[in-house]
């Protein structure tokens, strides 16, 4: 018997520990699903495009955001997939609560996941051998206290379930390494290469570890295996993209994040993520198996260690996003939480006479620490999701239902943000002003700026297409302060104060075409409230305000007149 094999079938735990296992796993699940419930008034515009596209795909128009455009404007194709196959089954109405069930699901196989790998880990180290699957339970509080893994596990956009493969992927891949046989980590790791499509990095990082440790020598027809499931999942989802998407082998919303939004240094975006939810300098614990573990050790932990490294990278190459909740960084996660809990093991084995127990300690240290640490950005979040909820209830989804009853099925309607009225308007033409899912305006070939300060001759070219197409309905999203958003019922707001979000709508405004069709600036009447009288002096139909932590946006809505 190897000496792997011997840690994957060494003495069976007292039943002491398989008691303690099983109590600190209700505890740790528990406390996660109380957390995630937290956010569950989160609500993500992207999501609700991804609902549209899975929609469009179940009633027969095809994996569209609208019929007829091969756009692929989403990043979870799996998702996708399975939101169709939901609205098929219950109806579109049922796709906020399926999307949100999916990621509950995701959060627990996550947790499960790092739970898993770090025992396995844990099983190398012979003292704490026999309690390894309830120390594993630290890995599990880890993911369960993060709060950005809460969060995102409510989007209703996959995030967490792309985690769960990741991590249950090198949980069956070091189970095949601990057996000497094959698990179908693969098939893992080709359901996340649909997830996302950063995948293919962090799988390429995972191969390059495999192969770095020698994994052809012991447990070659494994590897093969995987790598012709994976290979041939990515190749067919390539042809895939090619047909489906007039030979667009990239998603648009990829284009989308390169360079980030409004010139975000991805790095300072990492290092924020690792300060908020990793505990800071406490995050150096899942470093530590690569540094201070034994050859075997250091080799069971490497494609863990490199899949995070990939993560990182491709975080900086292909950029983030304006979100709240790090959900870029936030799958990676558990695969961390695995390793810093065997980081904390072999701290753990150094504190005598009392090595378990001090693993123990060591463990609730860290978890109090990233929970302290992330304390006031946990407050933020929870503030912010209500406020964000109660801003598309009363912004995006009012704005639908006006435009349900006022528009006509065929009217197109351009916006920034889609999703939402995108998939409560399913019989209108949805432009998406970023370009995301609209082949006339994007991929963008400049980045979306917020807050603009000026505007280049390409975006003002931009504009001119926007409005070349004569939408009948445009939504301009203007941005008010609080002071000035009419706070107090009296309050007046000044227009001048008023300014677009985005440079494209700055241009927009200012093109001949919106001045002679869509400008119908008027005195406000003497009786009207705030949000009337800027609707007359803005030149709107109506306005929508959508509330933003420390401003307004105003939802601008001009209709085309000849």
């Not at 209700?26 to 999501?47: F, M, P, R, S």
């Not at 070659?220 to 667009?248: C, E, N, P």
């Not at 104060?497 to 002679?516: D, G, S």
Request: net charge neutral; aromatic share 12%; hydrophobic share 50%.
């Amino acid at each position: 018997m190897t000496t792997a094999q011997s840690e994957a079938t060494g003495a069976a735990a007292p039943s002491g520990a398989r008691l303690l296992a099983l109590l600190l796993g209700v505890l740790v699940v528990g406390g996660y699903l109380a957390h995630a419930w937290i956010y569950v008034e989160q609500i993500n515009d992207d999501a609700y495009v991804s609902f549209r596209y899975a929609q469009n795909l179940a009633e027969g128009r095809g994996p569209y955001f609208n019929t007829g455009e091969p756009l692929e404007g989403y990043n979870n194709f799996l998702f996708m997939l399975q939101m169709s196959a939901a609205i098929a089954i219950f109806g579109p109405d049922e796709a906020p609560f399926v999307a949100k069930l999916l990621g509950i699901d995701g959060g627990v196989g996550a947790i499960l996941a790092a739970w898993l790998l770090a025992s396995l880990w844990l099983c190398s180290v012979p003292v704490l051998r026999p309690h390894a699957f309830a120390l594993g339970w630290i890995a599990g509080g880890l993911v369960a206290v993060n709060a950005a893994f809460a969060m995102q596990s409510m989007t209703g956009l996959g995030t967490v379930q792309y985690a769960a493969l990741l991590a249950l992927g090198l949980v069956l891949l070091q189970g095949a390494w601990m057996r000497d046989r094959w698990y179908g980590a693969g098939v893992l790791f080709a359901l996340a290469l649909l997830s996302r499509p950063e995948s293919v990095l962090i799988l390429a990082a995972i191969w390059l570890a495999r192969w770095r440790v020698g994994e052809f020598r012991f447990a070659g027809r494994g590897l093969l295996l995987d790598s012709a499931i994976v290979g041939g999942t990515f190749v067919a989802y390539l042809a895939f993209r090619f047909l489906a998407y007039d030979g667009q082998l990239i998603s648009s919303a990829f284009y989308a994040r390169l360079g980030g939004i409004d010139g975000r240094i991805e790095i300072g975006y990492l290092a924020d993520f690792i300060r908020r939810h990793l505990g800071g300098i406490f995050a150096i614990f899942g470093l530590l198996p690569l540094l201070a573990g034994t050859h075997r050790q250091r080799r069971n932990v490497l494609p863990a260690t490199l899949a995070l490294a990939a993560g990182a990278l491709a975080l900086i190459f292909s950029g983030s996003d304006g979100e709240v909740g790090y959900r870029f960084l936030v799958p990676y996660a558990p695969i961390w939480a695995a390793a810093a809990t065997f980081g904390v093991g072999l701290t753990g084995t150094r504190i005598k006479p009392m090595p378990r127990l001090g693993t123990f300690a060591v463990g609730i240290l860290l978890m109090a620490a990233i929970w302290l640490t992330q304390l006031p950005t946990a407050q933020y979040y929870d503030g912010y999701v209500t406020l964000r909820a109660n801003g598309f209830q009363r912004g995006h989804r009012a704005l639908a239902a006006w435009l349900q009853q006022v528009a006509e099925p065929g009217d197109s309607v351009a916006v920034l943000d889609p999703g939402v009225i995108g998939f409560n308007c399913m019989d209108l033409r949805v432009r998406d002003l970023s370009g995301v899912h609209d082949p006339e305006i994007g991929p963008r070939a400049e980045p979306l700026v917020l807050h603009p300060a000026g505007v280049s001759e390409a975006t003002r070219a931009l504009a001119a297409r926007v409005l070349a197409d004569r939408p009948a309905f445009l939504v301009i999203v203007n941005v008010a302060p609080w002071e000035q958003a009419g706070v107090n019922p009296g309050m007046q707001m000044d227009p001048a104060k008023v300014r677009r979000l985005t440079t494209l709508e700055e241009a927009i405004v200012h093109t001949p075409l919106f001045a002679a069709h869509y400008d119908r600036p008027r005195p406000a009447p003497r009786t009207a409230n705030t949000l009337e009288a800027m609707t007359a002096l803005l030149g709107a139909e109506a306005i929508f305000m959508h509330d933003y932590p420390g401003r307004f946006y105003m939802l601008t809505v001009y209709r085309y007149h000849e």
